[in-house]
């Protein structure tokens, strides 16, 4: 069976500092990618998604994850974060051809001091 | 992007009774999916439901619990059955896109005393 893992619990920023949150999966085949967004009582919203080809992929909102098979990972980026990327942040792998088995991390809360 | 809508947002339920919950797609989809979600925690997959077929529950979800309906491609319900206040949760519903994705409803909050 599939699994996530996310590096931190809870990451503590000041704004303009630069963000990697960590994930990785356990699955042997080809995958999908995921990072999803919960801002505060608000519903999930995707932030980017890898299929193939590059393995870096940029999403919405300047963020931006890499990619790496070697280390079953896909760290999520952002060069300087901002007060309103205050949230939930969580990483999801599923199936690569089929799209089954969607399986979510246990999510990295993100606080961004002003 | 699909936009998804659930009724209701919120609700507060008696021991022993049913809630169904309604999720709407603004657009045909294959694969709907429902979700649990703890206050600060991940997401748990209740079942998959396609449209013309049973649902397929995960491990520890169980269709006396939780019926599922999904009469066409854009529209689907969850019932919560003979809840128990351990029943309190966020239940979500999501669709899947067509490169997989999924996209998520607001969620419906559910307090069971």
């Known amino acids: 069976a599939q699994s996530v893992s996310q590096h931190n619990h809870h990451v503590i920023l000041s704004e303009a500092a630069s963000l990697e949150l960590g994930c990785n999966y356990s699955y042997g085949g080809t995958v999908n990618l995921f990072w999803y967004v919960q801002y505060p009582g608000q519903h999930l919203q995707l932030l980017l998604k890898y299929f193939s080809g590059d393995p870096l992929v940029k999403g919405i909102k300047g963020f931006e994850a890499e990619f790496i098979k070697s280390k079953f990972s896909f760290n999520l980026r952002k060069p300087s974060v901002q007060w309103s990327d205050t949230a939930e942040y969580f990483c999801?792998?599923?199936?690569?051809?089929?799209?089954?088995?969607?399986?979510f991390g246990p999510g990295t809360r993100l606080s961004v001091l002003p | 992007s699909a936009v998804i809508s659930q009724k209701p947002s919120r609700d507060i339920c008696q021991r022993g009774t049913s809630l169904t919950i309604q999720c709407q797609v603004d657009?045909?989809?294959?694969?709907m999916f429902w979700y649990r979600q703890q206050p600060g925690q991940s997401l748990t997959l209740i079942a998959t439901a396609n449209q013309g077929s049973e649902a397929t529950y995960e491990s520890g979800f169980v269709i006396d619990k939780f019926p599922i309906s999904r009469p066409n491609l854009t529209f689907s319900t969850l019932t919560v059955s003979n809840m128990s206040p351990e029943d309190s949760s966020i239940y979500l519903c999501s669709a899947q896109g067509t490169y997989n994705e999924q996209f998520f409803g607001p969620g419906t909050r559910l307090t069971v005393l």
């Open positions: 657009s045909q989809v294959t694969m």
């Open positions: 999801a792998v599923n199936e690569g051809s089929s799209g089954q088995n969607f399986v």
